[in-house]
């Protein structure tokens, strides 16, 4: 199978150096953002994210963060939640916002990975604002990188942080025929949606604690054999997506009704067949819960 995931192929140079400098770049790119959002635009008939502004547009807000280096170029993203749309508009015309994940088929792998990048450290930004040692204000530092306390007797450092949570891809190995993976169905209009199994890790456990205790309270299921195949950031607003495969002992299972409302187990034939059927569509082709299916469907067809 060949297959990039989305958000993790990093194809820019985060320049972690030049976060201390102060540089005077030739040339610059400054990504808007506001709310968590992109502004999308029509050009040639085409839809686009907007991935430079105006420096006079760029001028109205303090809040840029410094992303990294591609082709020469210093790319930056900003903040512009405090401007008035009305304002914005006036620069950027016949745009409208769209959440990453509602428009990720615009752009590819690599942009993905970039405004995925840009929207995490802007959200980091904005929900950091006050010092969760002593309530004072904090200021940027390190171009958005670090957040220091603005009270002489605390002076807190405050680095982004990122929230481990696994997914887990749930197989039964029968005897003499072929393996079975647990999904965990979402009832559509004319079928169902399909995805893994997933929960934060908590303090004080492993990875593969969280394996073992997210499946047994999700859908009652005993795993072992736990492997790691891969991750993704997912910064909807700040996670890290673990991605793992695990066996079950047997095929019961006993769904906790709170978190999933159903699920089922598949071969990786009948996956083929209802999908060419409409009748299961696979998670969103930018989560790693779509990579993982697909991945495990290639390899058991
Ligand atoms: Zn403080």
């Known amino acids: 199978m060949n297959r990039i995931q989305f958000y993790s192929n990093k194809s820019f140079n985060r320049a972690v150096e030049l976060r201390e400098i102060d540089t005077k770049p030739s040339e610059i790119s400054i990504i808007p953002v506001f709310k968590d959002q992109f502004f999308i635009t029509k050009s040639l008939n085409i839809n686009k994210i907007i991935m430079n502004i105006p420096i006079e547009l760029a001028s109205l807000s303090e809040k840029k963060y410094f992303l990294g280096i591609i082709n020469n170029k210093e790319v930056w993203c900003i903040d512009l939640s405090e401007i008035e749309q009305s304002i ?133 299921v005993t795993v072992s054999n736990i492997k790691y195949i891969a991750s993704q950031p997912w910064t909807f607003p700040s996670s890290m997506m673990l991605g793992f495969s695990a066996k079950a002992k047997n095929k019961d299972f006993k769904i906790d009704n709170i978190e999933i409302k159903e699920a089922k187990w598949f071969s990786a034939n009948q996956i083929i067949e209802m999908v060419k059927d409409n009748t299961l569509i696979i998670s969103k082709k930018d989560s790693i819960s779509n990579y993982l299916i697909e991945k495990w469907v290639y390899e058991n067809s």
Not at 124 to 147: D, F, V
């Open 88 to 220: 914005i508009s006036n620069f950027l015309n016949n745009s409208i916002l769209c959440c990453l994940r509602d428009c990720f088929h615009l752009i590819n792998e690599k942009e993905a990975s970039l405004l995925a990048y840009g929207k995490g450290i802007v959200h980091w930004n904005s929900t950091h604002q006050y010092c969760n040692n002593c309530g004072s204000k904090t200021i940027t530092e390190e171009k958005g990188h670090r957040r220091k306390c603005s009270n002489n007797r605390c002076n807190s450092l405050h680095f982004p942080r990122i929230n481990p949570a696994v997914i887990v891809l749930i197989e039964y190995k029968q005897e003499n025929s072929p393996p079975l993976c647990l999904l965990n169905m979402h009832k559509k209009e004319n079928g169902y949606m399909c995805s893994l199994f997933s929960g934060f890790s908590e303090i004080g456990e492993s990875l593969e604690d969280t394996v073992v205790r997210e499946m047994k309270e999700e859908v009652n």
